[in-house]
């Protein structure tokens, strides 16, 4: 029953998605998710193809790069489903599976604790619908939706605790090192749990285990463990120093993101209000949210089991827990209201900073935030103690029907009282016709889409698009924009064309500099260049034709999809590739070697 309550909760959360599971994708278009998708597609045709996922040259064009897809384990196991029905079908499924996980992993490390069913459903919502996990669903970050393992991990520990063997030990492996694959900031937050829960039993309650029959077995998991994520975790770190690393995390970077965009304001977890703080699209235009709100119906809960509990013993391990994970998750310096307060004129430091100075894998934590999800399980856990003691000598109809009541007053209150949307908004996810038939092209070369200046995570979407017409585009995965086109006059002018509030083309545009910008282009190894008509104001639409025109002639219309499309001249283009002799080789263009002006795009025709 828990299960199936599970799963019609995910699906609920989640509610169209599952009647068009190949067409609507779970997450705001605008968002990471087209990101992730790419990645299911390109992870499962390099591995059905033979290739170890680690290198590609369909991103960052020319020059490709190093890329560890963070999703890599989930893809894995998609990957029949992919086969079934395609990339959007098979993140769909995943993204749906690690909620109903959550939830159901969550009720049954509750009841582990509890041993009381009908009390541990408050658990199901209060983790598996946390309104931070939806928000993760709505940025489309599908690896931290994915917070099952976490749980589950823990009550494998608990039964080793309870009853060791080396069954349960192998179980307990298998769990950890999955949760530290799936993502790494949950691998941490399951040794840090574990490290605790550990101590607390071994400090309050040391003779409920067979500490001699324990200990080698707990070693036994943690040396599985090690063993399952040790390849991953060192392809992860490798491109991550990679000189040609798609994703990098340089030290600035994860500063600045610390202090200026990924930041956890104190308030936020208990202020009811439908406005995120902080407010990333006032701040920088962008869709994505910061979601940390706990919920008072779990909070209250979890006062009460404090109350009703003698002694502490039976949830003293989850309220160590929810304070260590709430003092991470605040990050370095104390935020309030959005803003950082100040003491004789400097900041505030907490325990994170100093972790993040200290320790290794700390200083790559960019999302400090995520930490709420130890917090939602420790709020969760303490939450089914409560309402164990509250409805202890109710008849059991009774019991079940109050802790449903509850949970259903817990989803109210997510879905009004807190940033998070419920259900999560989903994003169409088909692929216009006109890239499938540049897949039939036989000439090489990569794709350009326009407008350019769109915002890092909306422009995402022209990296799902290869997914048909499987050819190189310029963008990374969350860059800026890439060199090369700023180096280039004619994309310099297309970029003006899309900041100005100007209704009509310039007069004395430098033409002959424009034509030799767009023969470089080509000469860079760009095929096609499209024009999103949808994505400019008509009158900006209208600028960026004209000037296109006048560098390539007139573009094939694609009305139904409103789409222009330019296809460069194949002599130019099949200079990036070798001469036009490789045309007849049937190479394929997904990695191709770099064009030799690309240092020099202004180079005479």
């Known amino acids: 029953m828990a299960a199936l309550a599970a799963l019609a909760l995910a699906l609920g959360l989640t509610w169209p998605v599952a009647l068009h599971p190949t067409a609507q994708v779970v997450g705001h278009p605008g968002n990471d998710g087209w990101n992730h998708i790419w990645g299911y597609w390109w992870v499962a045709e390099s591995l059905l193809s033979g290739d170890w996922p680690d290198q590609t040259g369909l991103l960052a064009w020319p020059r490709g790069g190093t890329l560890w897809f963070i999703d890599t384990v989930q893809v894995v196991l998609s990957l029949p489903l992919q086969l079934i029905g395609g990339p959007v079908l098979a993140y769909n499924a995943v993204v749906i599976a690690g909620l109903a996980f959550a939830s159901f992993a969550a009720w049954l490390l509750a009841r582990q604790l509890t041993r009381d069913a009908a009390a541990s459903t408050v658990a199901l919502v209060v983790y598996g619908a946390s309104p931070h996990l939806l928000g993760q669903a709505y940025n489309g970050i599908s690896e931290t939706v994915c917070a099952g393992w976490l749980p589950f991990t823990l009550w494998a520990l608990l039964r080793v605790l309870d009853r060791p063997t080396w069954g349960r030990a192998a179980v307990l492996g298998l769990s950890a090192g999955l949760c530290m694959l799936t993502s790494w900031y949950y691998g941490l937050f399951a040794a840090l749990a574990g490290v605790v829960v550990l101590a607390t039993r071994g400090v309050t309650r040391p003779y409920l285990v067979d500490w001699r029959a324990a200990a080698p077995r707990l070693a036994a998991a943690v ?105 991470f998750s605040l990050g370095p310096y104390l935020n309030v209201g959005g803003e950082y307060l100040q003491v004789f004129g400097r900041r505030i430091p907490l325990p994170f900073l100093a972790l993040f100075e200290a320790f290794p894998v700390f200083d790559r934590i960019s999302h400090p935030f995520r930490f709420v999800v130890g917090v939602s399980l420790a709020v969760a856990m303490l939450a089914a103690v409560g309402l164990r003691h509250a409805l202890r000598a109710r008849a059991p109809r009774v019991r079940l029907g109050a802790a449903v009541a509850v949970s259903v007053l817990m989803l109210v209150e997510f879905g009004l009282g807190s940033p998070a949307h419920l259900p999560v908004p989903t994003a169409d996810a088909r692929v216009p016709a006109a890239y499938a038939a540049m897949a039939d092209d036989p000439v090489p070369g990569a794709v350009l889409d326009l407008p350019l200046t769109v915002p890092n995570l909306e422009r995402a979407v022209y990296v799902w ?141």
């Open 465 to 605: 698009y290869q997914a048909d017409h499987r050819r190189p585009v310029p963008w990374g995965l969350n860059d800026p924009m890439p060199s090369a086109l700023l180096a280039n006059r004619l994309m310099v002018s297309l970029m003006q064309v899309e900041a100005t509030r100007a209704t009509s083309l310039p007069g004395g545009l430098p033409a002959l500099d424009l034509i030799v910008s767009g023969r470089a282009l080509a000469r860079q190894g760009y095929r096609y260049v499209v024009l999103h008509e949808d994505l400019y104001p008509a009158f900006k639409r209208h600028q960026a034709e004209a000037l296109l025109t006048g560098v390539y002639g007139p573009p094939v219309r694609h009305d139904d999809d409103a789409l222009l499309v330019w296809t460069l001249p194949e002599d130019l283009v099949m200079e990036a590739f070798g001469g036009l002799a490789a045309a007849s080789t049937g190479a394929p263009p997904a990695a191709p070697a770099p064009p030799a002006d690309t240092a020099a795009p202004e180079a005479a025709p």
């Open 223 to 327: 040396a599985l463990a090690g063993a399952l994520v040790a390849p991953g975790f060192v392809a992860f770190q490798r491109s991550l120093g990679a000189a040609d690393a798609i994703v990098s995390r340089d030290p600035e970077f994860v500063w600045n993101s610390l202090l200026f965009h990924n930041i956890t304001d104190l308030a936020a977890f208990f202020l009811p209000g439908r406005t995120p703080s902080p407010d990333l699209f006032a701040m920088h235009g962008e869709e994505l949210v910061i979601v940390i709100y706990l919920g008072w119906a779990g909070l209250l809960l979890a006062g009460f089991a404090a109350l009703a509990t003698r002694r502490h013993r039976e949830f003293g391990a989850w309220l160590w827990l929810g304070l260590l994970f709430f003092l």
